[in-house]
């Protein structure tokens, strides 16, 4: 179906320039700030640790639980509302996704600490699982290729 195409053609340009924003960013904070700012004082370590930790656990609980749910009332909608829903809350749920990474990619920058590293690793795989494909659009939304 047409509508189906289309909205999987806007929401990889979302995500594509998304990422496209994600890497030039990165590339500007390497470039113009120093790295490893906060490294040295073991205060400012600990809770960047934490606080980081506790974001991306929050994050990963948001972008799954509430897309779930939602997802289960974008399922009873027609087709049309149910295409425009679905893409608001996939570009939603990309965002949370691309801004947990950033969040993450800027404690590791900072502090130059491992498991800043290893939850920015998290961010990415999350970021990733978010790629609009045909068949996760239909199974999110319940369709069968045969019913259109």
Known sequence: ???????????TTTFTMV?????????????LIPAGLLSENATILYVSQLIAVSFTFVFVVIIYSVFNK????IRKLNL????K??????????????????LDYAFWFFTRDKSSLCLLAIAV????YC???RSRLMKHLDLEETAL
């Open 1 to 11: 179906m047409k509508e189906i195409t289309n909205t999987l053609h806007r929401l």
């Open 19 to 31: 990422w496209i924003m994600v890497v030039v960013m990165a590339i500007l904070c390497q470039c």
């Open 70 to 73: 939602r997802l289960l009332i």
């Open 80 to 83: 049309l509302n149910a295409l």
């Open 85 to 102: 829903k679905y893409q608001q809350l996939a570009t939603l749920r990309m965002f949370l996704g691309e801004f947990l990474m950033l």
């Open 125 to 128: 795989a999350i970021t990733l």
């Open 131 to 133: 790629t609009p494909t």
